[in-house]
């Protein structure tokens, strides 16, 4: 910061300047991001609740009702006809509230102390961050030979001491529905708390299944599962940040709160003190803006360009992990090390990322990756074989 004032197209200057070194989601080259660009009524809407503090909601009672609104819309999606939650900063927080959830309440209602989480190998890396934050141990369940929960892997690692257990609807690497009706039945019959992180695949999945997608049951219709995370910064098209938790019971949240004596509530039960009303307002805008239907167009879409990438890839001859069940495909190429591969692709304009379970090139197909992109590519990758 400077000693004086520096005028105001100066600063502006310098921030274009600055700014003009990040990739733009719409030059279609950001091939290994589960974010996209905002839609620009979502935008418009956050603007003008900039000034807005769900953490002292007395303040700001019709920004609190617009959350509640949204957190009961996201409920209803996941068969939940009451829901209880908070849109919150991204899937992490959200994955965070989850398990402090059932830290405490496993704490209060069986008197465990020294718990352990059950995650799978494919769990993303907040559930590590939680761990660690909460003073509990990782215990990981291992994968099926199609990189999903082993269910049997999972039954021997049950303890007396677990406090919960963590399944995926759309996994970071591989987009993958882990078999979540037979672990909510697992979880359910050993009064173990159930946590189903559907981040990506919580604003796809429903829409999918109403076009006739055969996809699995991950949500509240299953009587084990008691948290579902699903971020509107994904597939729902809301600006960053705009993560979503939503509870089955409300005991959940209130085994969470602290008292907040100088606000105008009494307890909070979120990780984050002040809290920005304008995801919710957003989220809530963009969510009534698409309807359900418009996020079956989007979801289906995004679907049939996964599909022609696939076709693509195999009609060259790479190695395709798996057949996708959402929007992101893994894969390599069979003479090249992946890293090495992933540095070809670097040099050549295209941003990926690269799995490690199993170790491979991934490409989600957001918003932003349109068919042109998806040709433009596959002649990369022609060229590169």
């Not at 979880?187 to 796809?204: K, L, Q």
């Not at 670097?346 to 941003?351: D, F, Q, R, V």
């Amino acid at each position: 910061m400077q000693d004086k004032p520096v005028d105001k197209d100066d600063i502006l200057k310098e921030l274009s300047e600055l700014h003009e070194l990040d990739y733009n989601y719409s030059d279609g080259r950001i091939l290994g991001s589960m974010c996209t660009e905002a839609h620009p009524f979502a935008k418009e809407v956050y603007c003008k609740f900039l000034d807005t503090n769900l953490g002292d909601p007395g303040l700001f009672k019709g920004t609190k009702r617009i959350e509640d609104e949204v957190i009961q819309s996201i409920g209803e999606i996941l068969s939940l006809d009451v829901a209880y939650g908070n849109i919150v900063t991204g899937g992490t927080e959200a994955n965070l509230m989850a398990i402090r959830a059932a830290r405490n309440h496993a704490r209060k209602y069986k008197g465990i102390v020294d718990g352990e989480i059950i995650i799978p190998e494919s769990a993303h890396f907040s559930f590590k961050k939680a761990a660690d934050m909460l003073n509990l141990k990782i215990v990981e369940a291992e994968l099926d030979e199609n990189y999903k929960i082993d269910v049997d892997s999972l039954k021997k690692v049950i303890s007396d001491k677990t406090v919960a257990i963590v399944a995926i609807a759309g996994t970071t690497e591989l987009g993958l529905i882990d078999p979540i009706e037979e672990i909510s039945k697992i979880a359910f019959d050993n009064n173990i708390y159930f946590h189903v992180d559907a981040a990506f695949g919580g604003f796809s999945i429903p829409f999918l299944k109403q076009r006739g997608y055969d996809l699995p049951t991950f949500d509240f219709s299953l009587p084990g599962v008691c948290s579902v995370t699903v971020d509107p910064h994904k597939m729902g098209l809301a600006p960053i940040p705009a993560g979503g938790i939503i509870f089955r019971k409300e005991e959940y949240l209130e085994v969470m709160a602290v008292d907040s004596p100088y606000l105008t509530v009494k307890t909070q039960s979120t990780i984050v003190g002040t809290r920005l009303g304008a995801s919710s307002a957003a989220t809530y805008a963009i969510m009534n803006y698409f309807g359900k239907e418009g996020y079956a167009d989007l979801a289906q879409d995004l679907m049939k360009n996964t599909q022609y990438l696939y076709d693509g890839l195999l009609e060259i001859g790479y190695d395709v992990i798996c057949k996708p069940e959402l929007n992101i495909l893994a894969f390599n190429h069979p003479d090249i090390e992946t890293n090495e591969f992933a540095e070809k692709l670097e040099k050549l304009g295209w941003k990926v990322s690269v799995a490690k379970c199993p170790v491979s090139i991934r490409v989600v197909l957001m918003n932003h990756i349109k068919k042109t992109h998806i040709k433009e590519l596959l002649e990369d990758l022609k060229d590169l074989f």
